[in-house]
């Protein structure tokens, strides 16, 4: 309601109060000073603000989070470009010539189990 009539129109709020069917049997509303609305409602806008600073704060967090993973995973790659290669190669050698996982384990380590 404070929205509608405005910030600080506490007399105008509880004459809302007072007048809307919504509140016709809500005494305790209606028997609040019209300091008491005030401060009512600074306390709720201040809720209000707090939750919405946590929320920005949470996203920030995970947008820095999300980043920080893109960059750890490149530096990944950076860092061990050889040994992805390697292994891309041997993966590609045991698809060309349909050798099993198991089967390379006897072929490059002459095991025979």
């Not at 000073?33 to 201040?46: G, K």
Request: charged share 30%; proline share 1%; aromatic share 14%.
């Amino acid at each position: 309601m404070v929205h509608k009539l405005g910030y600080g129109n506490w007399d105008e709020l509880k004459a809302a109060f007072r007048t809307s069917p919504l509140f016709r049997f809500d005494w305790f509303v209606k028997s609040r000073t019209t300091q008491e609305l005030a401060r009512r409602c600074d306390t709720l806008i201040r809720l209000v603000e707090k939750e919405n600073q946590e929320y920005d704060e949470r996203e920030r967090q995970a947008r820095k989070e999300k980043k920080l993973a893109k960059v750890s995973f490149s530096l990944f790659i950076h860092n061990n470009w050889l040994l992805i290669l390697y292994s891309l190669c041997i993966f590609l050698v045991l698809k060309f010539y349909n050798i099993s996982e198991h089967d390379s384990d006897k072929a490059v380590f002459g095991k025979t189990n």
